[in-house]
């Protein structure tokens, strides 16, 4: 019977994603395009249960099924897509669990977007992630042998802590996108004006200066006080 513990932040865990990716890596080979560390443990700091989850990006997920006796031979069971599309799950230590493993084909945007999404988020956000180490403490004291009371316990909160996630990456990605414009408008005017003025070094840095200002100056603002 496994147990639900949650537990203070163990510095090994990233240790233990780094053993584990080395070993993902020569078993995807050429079809593995980036393997994460996502999950609870990824985030320092962060109590959480002590089950390592990476998600590997393969380019062609019908390849990978192929690896599973390679998987097994590592103590993984082999659970195929276990309830979602286009995954494949592996999961290592039984009752003890230790690991796992999501494999998704680059084409599956949206749920590699939404675990990158989270993590990033929790990273960035400490008052939150402490929000959810105390959900998460108190629906393993509630259920310290039901993993799926536990799971449905924090399903709302996950999926509005995931929505969440999503809409503040598309607001770091447009910002960064801001600044990127602006840096470039820069370098092309201090190239134009250095040419014509025959001082390319001063002018290149001051179009630059000028453009990493006009990029954040289109930075999204946050909403005014009742708006």
């Given at each position: 019977m496994r147990t639900i513990e949650v537990v203070d932040y163990r510095p090994e865990w990233e240790k233990m994603f780094q053993?584990?990716?080395?070993?993902i890596r020569k078993i995807l080979g050429k079809n593995c395009i980036a393997v994460y560390h996502?999950?609870?443990?990824s985030i320092k700091g962060l109590p959480a249960k002590p089950i390592i989850d990476i998600m590997p990006v393969v380019k062609d997920i019908s390849l990978v099924d192929a690896h599973d006796p390679e998987f097994r031979a590592l103590g993984y069971d082999c659970r195929g897509e276990f309830g979602i599309p286009g995954r494949r799950f592996y999961a290592k230590g039984g009752d003890h669990r230790t690991h796992h493993i999501h494999i998704f084909e680059?084409?599956?945007?949206a749920d590699i977007k939404r675990h990158l999404a989270v993590r990033d988020y929790l990273r960035s956000h400490?008052?939150?992630?402490?929000?959810?180490?105390?959900?998460?403490?108190n629906l393993a004291a509630r259920y310290p042998h039901d993993n799926d009371g536990y799971c449905d316990g924090k399903d709302a909160y996950m999926k509005e802590l995931e929505q969440k996630a999503l809409k503040w990456q598309e607001e770091q990605e447009a910002d960064n996108t801001s600044v990127s414009l602006g840096i470039c408008l820069g370098l092309c005017l201090g190239t134009a004006l250095g040419t014509a003025f025959d001082n390319l070094g001063f002018w290149l840095s001051l179009g630059l200066a000028l453009g990493i200002c006009f990029g954040l100056g289109f930075k999204r603002r946050p909403p005014k006080s009742g708006q």
């Open positions: 053993e584990e990716e080395k070993k996502i999950g609870s443990t680059k084409s599956s945007k400490p008052d939150t992630a402490r929000e959810y180490a105390e959900l998460k403490k």
